[in-house]
């Protein structure tokens, strides 16, 4: 795509993008379902907490690093 010409573009895919980042910024996407409390018993938590949780002296840099999660740490989301 990113060789593709502006001209080429069509103005309504052109735009797409910005509008979806639009409506992330305003918190479209800020939710949570209940599929998480169902498959570990926990209830969800949202992005901020979980970040919080693990940057304030949490060990998430540290366990991202040393694989867990399921990652290995090369900015895979867990």
Excluded at 7 to 23: H, I, R, V
Excluded at 35 to 60: D, N, S
Aim: glycine residues 16%.
């Amino acid at each position: 795509m990113a060789e593709r010409p502006a001209a080429e573009t069509p103005a309504a895919f052109a735009g797409m993008p910005a509008d979806l980042d639009l409506s992330v910024a305003a918190s479209a996407e800020d939710r949570t379902s209940h599929t998480v409390e169902r498959i570990t018993g926990r209830p969800p938590r949202g992005f901020r907490t979980v970040a919080a949780r693990e940057t304030v002296g949490g060990g998430g840099a540290q366990a991202l690093a040393a694989g867990a999660c399921g990652t290995s740490g090369a900015g895979a989301a867990g």
